[in-house]
């Protein structure tokens, strides 16, 4: 029996938010936060569609997962992104006290360990996870940039 | 005859967004973002209304800017804000690839600066300005949280 509570099985379902981005044109990145077990938030990233740089689609599933638990703190919560975040999104982590982040594909150019930005230090981290995929939902976004 | 267009002008404006914060209870940081010698955006915490860590008054006042230009790059604009910067806001500030940055009191603990976290390579920054009275309206805030 597959296990459905896996960080795959819930890289995949943020894989899924982020060809809801590419779809619109939108450099593809997705997100799902997780808590006991339970899709609580989700968000792609839209920052052409709205014109808004600070429309991540961590920044925004931030958001809303504290909408959805009624308070600004995470800390019983994971959240997975098919990207590594970068300075800006890490820092809502780390206001958010995020309990656990899991990412699939790093950024090597404007990932949050570049630059050492911290998350909260009660944050764990997995990466890699689904590593091909996130990776290659991203490639085939710039080749169709260049072409 | 008073110049309208000095930095101290338009942080006392930006104090005013401060002091909206204090009498909602909020950490007290106020912003406003200008372009060409007007006022195109105004923003103040509002973390605790909204129960959420991404609403620094910067956040809110980049994401009207970029409404208000009808474009995401704020090039041309200079954001005033009372207090340094965290590195969530810092980031937002790279994204935006803004032109200026102009802060108030330093922040020794949450401050992007302690932290390394790059803005933009061209965007320029003075700090200190209305030093006093934005640290004063901190230190107001802190000391009626601990009576």
């Known amino acids: ?8 099985h819930f890289m995949k379902k943020a894989l899924m ?12 990145v997705g997100v799902v936060v997780v808590a006991h077990g339970q899709i609580i938030a989700r968000g792609h990233n839209l920052t052409e569609t709205l014109t808004d740089v600070t429309a991540h689609a961590e920044m925004q599933a931030i958001t809303a997962a504290a909408n959805y638990i009624g308070g600004k703190y995470l800390k019983d919560c994971t959240l997975y ?3 590594e975040p970068c300075s800006m999104c890490a820092g ?4 958010s006290q995020l309990g ?7 950024d090597d150019k404007r990932g ?13 981290v997995t ?3 689904c590593e091909d995929e996130t990776s290659f939902i991203l490639q085939t976004f710039f080749k169709q940039k260049r072409t």
Chains 1, 2 share one sequence.
């Open 1 to 8: 029996m597959i296990d459905p509570l896996t960080d795959e």
């Open 17 to 28: 938010e982020a060809q809801f981005a590419l779809d619109k044109g939108e450099v593809p």
């Open 81 to 83: 992104v098919t990207l």
């Open 92 to 95: 809502a982590m780390y206001w």
């Open 100 to 106: 656990r982040l899991v990412f699939g594909a790093s």
């Open 112 to 124: 949050y360990r570049v630059h050492n930005t911290p998350l909260h230090p009660k944050t764990k």
């Open 127 to 129: 990466f890699g996870v």
